[in-house]
Nanobody, 118 residues
Framework: QVQLVESGGGLVQAGGSLRLSCAAS????????MGWFRQAPGKEREFVGA????????VYTDSVKGRFTISRDNAKNTMYLQMNSLKPEDTAVYYC???????????WGQGTQVTVSS
């Protein structure tokens, strides 16, 4: 059974840092891009960023560029999201997923809550 599990969320003050992890089990995703998404209360889920299968290419939404960094360790079947200079508007549930084709992400995790206090 394929499963993605996010961890590392928590409560942090504005300006602080957190590192989220997304651990995959059930199969290896080293050839697949993976992405991070987030959903704040009352808002739609939004794309945060993604990383290629090799880890050599990353893309980010403008609001997190320069503050967030996505990486992956294919030997551990795990993706990471390093979040620095956190802002209250980063508060959301963060999800990871695998991009199985150009238009579709799948195998969504259960999410991890990130709360940034001002």
């Amino acid at each position: 059974q394929v499963q993605l599990v996010e961890s590392g969320g928590g409560l942090v003050q504005a300006g602080g840092s957190l590192r989220l992890s997304c651990a995959a089990s059930g199969r290896t995703f080293s050839s697949f891009p993976m992405g991070w998404f987030r959903q704040a209360p009352g808002k739609e889920r939004e794309f945060v960023g993604a990383i290629s299968g090799s880890g050599g290419v990353t893309v980010y939404t403008d609001s997190v560029k320069g503050r967030f960094t996505i990486s992956r360790d294919n030997a551990k079947n795990t993706m990471y999201l390093q979040m620095n200079s956190l802002k209250p508007e980063d508060t959301a549930v963060y999800y990871c997923a695998v991009r199985i084709n150009v238009h579709e992400y799948a195998y969504w995790g259960q999410g991890t809550q990130v709360t940034v206090s001002s």
